[in-house]
């Protein structure tokens, strides 16, 4: 079981938004700005598409945006488009001995 | 260009070890704190160990605390795993990742992973 909760799927049409949950507790997402999330293509690394919570590295979509309210964090992506399909992890700084947890990964499905 | 490529990984029996290695090139690798994340087949990402920019400081997952250690070495600009005791549950694409100095938990440079297989 991942320290971080995601739902397993979610999906939407083209041209829509959609919202991925990540939630955590007070030692992890609640405590902390050090929220980032994953996207990863199927047989491919991982790529970095928010960090700190909110924050859009150089060549990422402004269609990406990021969130965080209590314990949990959000992703939306809006007007998607048929190549954001992928899943998604969320990540964050914990408190803990393990120093960072993952999500479990939710799958974004563009119908 | 930025790049991570990962080497060592392979079949190995429970018990076993391995030495994965990451090479780094393309930008200042003494910049960046280096990380190790696993992901077994079919699985999500699960983060293992985490070195610091200049090797000083350590840290390992629970699950592979006193089995797996960490290292690195600026001058090659190279980054390590020394796995041992592996394990079935081992078993998975590793990833080495770095996160520069001036964010946390932000792995914006990633290898291509390096399968390790722990079967008998």
């Known amino acids: 079981q991942s320290a971080l909760t995601q739902p397993a799927s979610v999906s939407g049409s083209p041209g829509q938004s959609i919202t991925v949950s990540c939630t955590g507790t007070?030692?992890?997402?609640?405590?902390?700005?050090?929220v980032s999330w994953y996207q990863q293509h199927p047989g491919k690394a991982p790529k970095l598409m928010i960090y700190d919570v909110s924050n859009r590295p150089s060549g990422v979509s402004n269609r990406f945006s990021g969130s965080k309210s209590g314990n949990t964090a959000s992703l939306t992506i809006s007007g998607l488009q048929a190549e954001d399909e992928a899943h998604y992890y969320c990540?964050?700084?914990?408190?803990?001995?393990?120093?960072?947890?993952f999500g479990g990964g939710t799958k974004l499905t563009v119908l | 260009q930025v790049q991570l490529v990962e080497s060592g990984g392979g079949l190995v029996k429970p018990g076993g070890s391995l030495r994965l290695s990451c090479a780094a090139s393309?930008?200042?690798?003494?910049?960046?704190?280096m990380t190790w994340i696993r992901q077994a087949p079919g699985k999500g990402l699960e983060w293992v160990s985490y070195i610091s920019a200049s090797g000083a400081t350590s840290y390992h997952a629970d699950s592979v605390k006193g089995r797996f250690t960490i290292s690195r070495d600026n001058a090659k600009n190279s980054l390590y795993l020394q796995m041992n005791s592996l394990r079935a549950e081992d078993t998975a694409v590793y990833y080495c990742?770095?996160?520069?100095?001036?964010?946390?938990?932000?792995?914006?440079?990633w290898g291509q992973g390096t399968m390790v297989t722990v079967s008998s």
């Open positions: 990742a770095g996160e520069p100095k001036s964010i946390a938990v932000a792995f914006d440079i």
């Open positions: 007070s030692s992890d997402v609640g405590g902390y700005n050090y």
């Open positions: 990540c964050s700084y914990t408190s803990n001995s393990t120093l960072v947890v």
């Open positions: 393309g930008f200042t690798f003494s910049d960046y704190y």
